[in-house]
Nanobody, 124 residues
Framework: VQVVEFGGGWVQAGGSLTLSCAAS????????MGWFRQAPGKEREFVSA????????YNADSVKGRFIISRDSAQNTVLLQMNSLKPEDTADYYC??????????????????WGQGTQVTVSS
């Protein structure tokens, strides 16, 4: 399974940016999808996730009310709409896929496949 992210870039504080991700390789399976991020000198942290059906969404407290995750289950693609961006949102953003919706979505080890990451820079 290959996971690929798109859409990183530079934006001013208060602006918006949308990341997309596609998991490909098996057409007979739907994956839970999630986003993590890692800022320089910090550990990777959970951002947002969505269940295989799309019926359940999870968001870190730091992004609640600002980031929106959505998906197209038929295509195993996911979008992360990021609004009201802050300089502290600057990080490399990683998309992850799991064959079953993780019991603990914030646990890196519960995600089976990872993308290479896309950089997001928010300037003040």
């Amino acid at each position: 399974v290959q996971v690929v992210e798109f859409g990183g870039g530079w934006v001013q504080a208060g602006g918006s940016l949308t990341l997309s991700c596609a998991a490909s390789g098996r057409t007979d399976r739907t994956y839970a999808m999630g986003w993590f991020r890692q800022a320089p000198g910090k550990e990777r942290e959970f951002v947002s996730a969505i269940s295989r059906s799309g019926g359940t969404r999870y968001n870190a407290d730091s992004v609640k009310g600002r980031f929106i995750i959505s998906r197209d289950s038929a295509q195993n693609t996911v979008l992360l709409q990021m609004n009201s961006l802050k300089p502290e949102d600057t990080a490399d953003y990683y998309c992850a896929a799991a064959e079953n919706t993780p019991t603990i979505v914030t646990d890196n080890s519960e995600w089976n496949y990872w993308g290479q990451g896309t950089q997001v820079t928010v300037s003040s």
